[in-house]
């Protein structure tokens, strides 16, 4: 398989302390990939290197090539890549819809004389985009809601509506910021089947960072193991889960 | 005795009603689970008990009192502590000047409580003169809570102690909380970790769109077929 996105040597030091010291790893188109490690081990510092919300210190990201570290979020969103937040960061004001269909870019009703010259192709498109998001929103179990103000979500709904946002484009490689913290156990294994169903059917490659173990067995492989800024161990959850170095830096007693 | 109890809270943000009427009680030296799918009211439940939120209808006793519209400052004073789910602890300041904080309205000496504390979180005493901004996620949960016991408080609300932590850290909390219980605070939490939580709770409540839905021991609504197939992931 090829890599889709390729981490090389990436430093990332904040006032002299290295959130990320030299880390190596590769994610494989087509793959549900996760990582995990114990926290402040710089796996959001990661993504936020890959999304462009923070330039390394040192090294080299590439996707599908091309190289794309310092490049600033906006364009790396472009290239399809796209991610959620750990803290989800809902536009408070504006429904659940519109948080939604705010996603396309370049929607021709952005341009100032379009709704007045071209109304039908702005209808057009903005029905189109709104049946796109009326879709997501049934995926993600937030349908009902669609009118309420973000504002007013819950934590864990507000989760869903950072995964539903990652699908309004059509992204090549989604980061996933813990999915699972704070979403309900039952909605979190249709989740499961969604994010299987996005990967294997439609193609999309997943980078998940996520603590709850049940939650990486069941959905992750490789799974890459991160600590104190660097890549400790990479395989198949069981195998993870039987490294030493792995049971003792992250996973704790009840898995040995 | 009953340490707290709540009784048919209604509340809400702005136009809309959350909670429509949900009661719970918890009894000295209880660890007291509540559960529920996302939007079922429970963290609006904990800020409505703890007086952040205004409450529209019902009533909240603290050991007997009436103490139902109170501001958090009385309730803190009462002996009732919240821990919220993230932003918990002042970042720029260190582990000792957050302890401190943590008993800012006691005018007794807490030199005492303070070394108990470390006593039972030895590695905040270790490292106590660090900013607890550069603590890692688990560390930090601990503070929180070491900070909500400075007051010696009756009864700890906790707002999804272990959301995300690493599984070993998510061991340590719950393994702290059931010793925080047994030194005789009662506990209330939100979890969605619904398993690892009920497990170690004497008692839970399922909160289902505003409402109460279900209550029993811990074990019993581990054990309940209905809570594993729409709360637990089966």
């Excluded at chain 1, 109304?119 to 029905?127: D, F």
């Excluded at chain 2, 209880?30 to 996302?38: A, F, H, L, Q, S």
């Excluded at chain 2, 009533?59 to 400052?73: H, N, R, S």
């Amino acid at each position: 398989m090829a890599a889709l996105l390729e981490i090389q040597e990436i430093v990332k030091s904040f006032d002299g302390v290295r959130a990320l010291n030299g880390c190596t790893l590769q994610v494989s188109e087509g793959t549900i990939t996760g990582l995990v490690g114990p926290n402040g081990a710089g796996k959001t510092t990661l993504f936020n290197l890959v999304t462009g919300f923070l330039k390394p210190t040192a090294g080299r990201i590439f996707f599908r090539g091309e190289r794309i570290d310092g490049l600033p979020p906006h364009l790396i969103f472009r290239k399809g890549v796209v991610r959620t937040f750990q803290v989800p960061r809902e536009l408070k004001g504006m429904t659940v819809l519109e948080n939604l269909m705010l996603v396309p870019q370049g929607q021709v009703g952005e341009s100032l004389w379009a709704p007045w010259f071209i109304p039908y192709l702005v209808r057009r498109q903005e029905r189109r985009i709104r049946d796109r998001a009326l879709e997501v929103l049934g995926f993600v179990d937030l349908h009902r809601l669609r009118n309420e103000l973000a504002g007013n979500l819950s934590s864990g709904q507000k989760k869903l509506l950072e995964l539903a946002r990652t699908l309004m484009c059509d992204p090549q490689l989604i980061l996933l910021d813990e999915p699972g913290a704070g979403v309900n156990p039952t909605l979190m294994k249709r989740l499961v089947s969604s994010i299987e169903e996005l990967c294997y059917e439609r193609g999309i490659t997943f980078f998940i960072i996520e603590h709850d173990m049940d939650l990486v067995t069941r959905l992750c492989n490789p799974v890459i193991v991160c600590c104190q800024g660097e890549k400790i161990a990479e395989g198949l959850p069981d195998e993870i889960k039987a490294d030493e170095r792995v049971l003792e830096a992250y996973l704790g007693g009840q898995y040995r | 005795m009953t340490v707290l109890e709540a009784r048919d809270v209604v509340s809400g943000y702005g136009e809309v009603e959350i909670l429509h009427g949900v009661s719970i009680a918890v009894e000295e030296d209880e660890i007291v689970t509540i559960i529920g799918p996302n939007g079922a009211g429970k963290s609006t439940l904990m800020k409505t008990i703890f007086g952040l939120l205004p409450l529209r209808r019902g009533k909240v006793f603290f050991a007997g009192e009436d103490v139902t519209g109170l501001p958090p400052q009385a309730m803190v004073g009462k002996g009732m502590c919240y821990v919220p789910q993230s932003d918990n602890v002042f970042p720029t300041l260190s582990i000792q000047e957050n302890l401190e904080m943590g008993a800012f309205i006691r005018r007794d000496d807490y030199r005492g409580r303070m070394h108990e504390i470390y006593e039972l979180f030895p590695d905040l005493a270790e490292k106590r003169g660090m900013r607890s901004g550069g603590l890692s996620g688990g560390q930090r949960q601990m503070l929180a809570l070491a900070r909500a016991l400075m007051l010696e408080p009756r009864v700890l609300l906790l707002d999804e102690p272990s959301a995300s932590l690493a599984p070993n850290m998510v061991e340590l909390v719950f393994a702290k909380i059931q010793e925080i219980n047994r030194s005789g605070v009662a506990m209330v939490m939100v979890e969605q970790n619904a398993r690892h939580a009920l497990a170690l709770s004497h008692r839970g409540y399922v909160l289902a769109m505003g409402q109460n839905r279900l209550e029993g021991s811990g074990p019993g609504l581990l054990n309940n077929e209905e809570v594993g197939r729409l709360y637990l992931g089966g």
